[in-house]
């Protein structure tokens, strides 16, 4: 018996990856995003921030620029 009939080639690449927001240990194929489609499917190819993360990031920051357009809209100029 040799190493390579014991070992896959999945046994040796990393398959999970911490959340560098949660802290929480997810899959790392479907639980995170291909940050570079034309890189392939390797490890380094993801993003360290899992999808939920990602999601919850990206509607606060549409929040808060909607929030300042209206803030922009309502303005008036001081009258002394």
């Known amino acids: 018996m040799s190493l390579e009939e014991d070992f896959g080639l999945e ?3 990393f398959q999970q990856r911490t959340c560098k927001v949660c802290g929480e240990t997810k899959d790392l194929l ?3 995003y291909l940050t570079r489609k034309d890189r392939g499917k390797v490890k380094s190819s993801y993003s360290y921030e899992c999808k939920v993360c990602t999601i ?3 509607t606060n920051k549409r929040q808060q620029r909607k ?3 209206r803030e922009a809209v309502n ?3 001081p009258d002394w």
Request: glycine share 0%; charged share 25%.
């Open 11 to 13: 046994h040796l690449l």
């Open 67 to 69: 929030e300042c357009q």
């Open 56 to 58: 919850k990031r990206i």
């Open 75 to 77: 303005w008036q100029y």
């Open 30 to 32: 479907s639980d995170f």
